[in-house]
């Protein structure tokens, strides 16, 4: 069983190649603001290292946001036009807060622009206090709510190959890859 991992919520892509339960390869760069034009060029770099095809691939596993609004939407429209080509491909999911705080104690952030944060509070893969966009200070305050929880954001102070690893069986399998939507909690202006 061949897995890819795909994460562009952030300015990061995280990209991990997983076949029969061990990881082959990972891609974890900074790819500010150039997911659109680099994300499918580096999956294909990184299936063509091991003499594959993104034909090959047997499951996705995505990050559905929240997160950055083209970020969140190229991961889906990737998968979703491989399931046209081959139906049988699965596809699971999960929250890029939980993804970024693993089983750990964490008050995970992600930036939402304009001063805002995306936020939750979570703890053994639960939210503690549910995602939600609220600005930095009062993710201070109510973060004193909770010593001795670690502060993630951005990706940034991850391990994104042990987080897919702890938390793979916790994805969600989709049943309708069409009806996928990302996981927004500000609507977009425009």
């Known amino acids: 069983m061949l897995n890819l991992f795909i994460d562009t919520s952030t300015d990061f892509l995280i990209l991990i190649l997983e076949q029969d339960e061990q990881v082959l390869g990972y891609v974890h760069q900074n790819n500010a603001r150039r997911h ?4 499918l060029p580096a999956i294909n770099k990184l299936l063509a290292t091991y003499h594959l095809q993104l034909k090959d691939v047997n499951h996705f596993y995505l990050t559905t946001g929240p997160g950055s609004y083209t970020g969140l939407r190229i991961p889906m ?14 596809v699971s999911v999960i929250n890029t807060l939980l993804y970024q705080a693993g089983f750990d104690s964490v008050v995970s ?22 995602s939600q966009v609220v600005d930095y200070e009062t993710c201070l305050e109510i973060s004193k709510q909770f010593p001795g929880y670690q502060f993630r954001s951005d990706l940034q102070e991850i391990d994104p190959v042990q987080n897919y690893q702890l938390l793979k069986n916790h994805f969600h399998l989709v049943d ?14 425009g």
């Open 109 to 130: 952030m992600l930036d939402a622009r304009g001063g805002q944060r995306y936020f939750a509070v979570i703890s053994n893969g639960q939210e503690i206090i549910p």
């Open 36 to 39: 659109t034009e680099e994300t």
């Open 176 to 189: 309708d890859i069409f009806a996928l939507e990302p996981r927004y909690i500000k609507k977009a202006f």
């Open 77 to 90: 429209t990737i998968v979703k036009t491989i399931k046209i080509i081959n139906p049988d491909v699965k």
